[in-house]
């Protein structure tokens, strides 16, 4: 029977929970360390050591193709240095460090032995019993350099964290480290206590804006001038992010460094709430949905909130469903900020179209079926069918066709294209809420229109026409509402 465990919110109050390791960053610059074995976790861990200063001694009579190319590229500064000989206690002496990758017990058991007599901290590799301390896994933005234990119990898991973190951490943040290297002396001019405290809370507000320091300025003194006047005086940003489809594990790095950056967020209706929970806990959350048929934010009134947020020193995000740059009036959002003078900067995103693809399996250029792509909208504000459309083009057998907002104009988009020359019988699909498992239809352009009747209509939905579609409609579940018709000539 398991037993209960004590949580860490249950140490007394005032005291540190137990820790399972004690977290330390040991200091090995032109340090000798000692690592026995030439197999590829050897090697790992000798790039580590290397990396962190040390001068790294390998003892091992043969060695993995991967030992070979890190002492290839180690050779130039001498920090890898390989003796093709078995260990021994005395090579111990004077090492900062004892590493081995030994597949035999009784001789794991020794070298951990004679480590100790020589007062050498030692680690047995994937053999805790032997280890006097353990390699965690590495986020590296030194000299930002954090290190991750699961005390050997889940390394996968610590992998897993690591991800995460890399997701979360801008590679800007090494520069702003050495930055604040570069400047410690000068801050420590300042008074102790608020003066100094309020310079690294600006200062660490700055770092996690996703720029390095150059980015604020051409010299030292212009950066702690940005610095030092407050997020209050300087002019904000806007980044315009691409939410993909709705699932939040399409979201790119680059996305989800900025929603932890925001001061303000910006999100359409669409949006999903899993996407929301990445975001920064403390940055206002507004929504500026616009959909057909319902209350909406005017296009200008988002405009003008973006643009005074920024002009207050805001990061603002602008959260937009699939990508800004389709069908999604990034260019007139541009052009407003950067007449009032507010930098911009864009993150794309997945945009309905290929997350629908991706969804069904279906190559939207398959090879003797498809030569091109479109992204049509099928909807003008008026809420019919855009005038202008070129309908003989949209109707080439050689094109695939990806239909926005065409909810409420399947009926006509139909119509049109067999008016137009397409086979009655050619593929068509249709999926609400892209990426998020809920409903799909597949048939011919025929029951387009009859099968969006049926649909939900609080649902956005996209609509796929080709030859393309004729093997995903086919693997479709037959049990849905409507049955699947597709000429096997078409």
């Not at 090995?28 to 580590?48: N, Q, T």
């Not at 939040?248 to 929970?277: G, H, N, P, Y």
């Amino acid at each position: 029977m398991l037993q209960p465990l004590r949580k860490p919110s249950e140490a007394e109050p005032g005291r540190l929970g137990r820790l399972a390791k004690l977290p330390v960053f040991f200091d090995l610059k032109d340090r000798r360390v000692v690592l026995i074995g030439g197999s590829p976790g050897a090697a790992w861990k000798a790039e580590l050591l290397a990396a962190a200063g040390a001068r790294v001694d390998i003892y091992a009579s043969d060695v993995s193709s991967e030992m070979e190319a890190l002492l290839a590229r180690g050779a130039a500064d001498g920090s890898l240095v390989l003796h093709r000989s078995d260990w021994s206690a005395d090579l111990l002496k004077d090492a900062a460090l004892a590493v081995a990758d030994l597949e035999d017990e009784g001789e794991a058991e020794a070298f951990a032995a004679a480590a100790h007599e020589a007062g050498v901290p030692v680690n047995v590799v994937d053999k805790p019993g032997y280890c006097d301390f353990q390699f965690g896994s590495v986020v590296n933005r030194s000299p930002v350099v954090i290190g991750i234990s699961t005390d050997g119990a889940a390394p996968i898991l610590g992998q897993a964290i690591r991800r995460k973190i890399e997701t979360l951490l801008h590679p800007s943040v090494a520069s702003w480290a050495a930055f604040a290297k570069h400047i410690r002396e000068r801050v420590m001019q300042l008074s102790p206590g608020m003066a100094r405290r309020t310079f690294w809370e600006r200062f660490a507000d700055f770092a996690f804006q996703g720029r390095p320091p150059e980015a604020f300025g051409d010299t030292v003194e212009t950066v702690l001038e940005q610095i030092a006047s407050g997020p209050a005086q300087t002019v904000g940003r806007v980044t315009l992010v691409g939410a993909g489809p709705g699932d939040a594990e399409l979201l790119t790095l680059k996305a989800m460094r900025a929603l932890q950056s925001a001061d303000v967020i910006l999100f359409d209706d669409l949006v999903s709430e899993d996407v929301l929970e990445l975001a920064r806990r403390e940055a206002k959350r507004l929504m500026v949905g616009k959909r057909g048929g319902r209350a909406s934010c005017a296009q200008d009134d988002i405009n003008d909130l973006m643009t005074r947020l920024a002009l207050q020193g805001k990061h603002v995000v602008r959260l937009k469903s699939g990508d800004p740059m389709i069908f999604g009036r990034a260019g007139e959002e541009i052009e407003h900020l950067e007449t009032a003078g507010v930098p911009v900067d864009v993150v794309p995103g997945i945009t309905a179209g290929i997350a629908l693809a991706s969804a069904l399996g279906t190559s939207l250029t398959h090879r003797e079926m498809a030569q091109s792509v479109r992204f049509v909208t099928g909807c003008a504000k008026t809420g019919q069918l855009p005038a202008g459309l070129d309908w003989r083009g949209l109707a080439d057998p050689n094109t695939t066709t990806i239909f926005y907002m065409a909810g409420g104009t399947a009926g006509a988009i139909a119509e049109r294209l067999m008016a137009a020359g397409c086979s009655s019988a050619l593929p068509a699909v249709m999926v609400s809420n892209v990426s998020r498992g809920d409903e799909r239809w597949a048939g011919s352009i025929a029951d387009l229109g009859l099968a969006s009747e049926r649909r939900d209509p609080t649902k956005p939905v996209i609509i796929g026409i080709g030859r393309v579609f004729k093997r995903a409609a086919k693997a479709l579940d037959p049990g849905l509402e409507q049955p699947l018709m597709l000429d096997a000539t078409a």
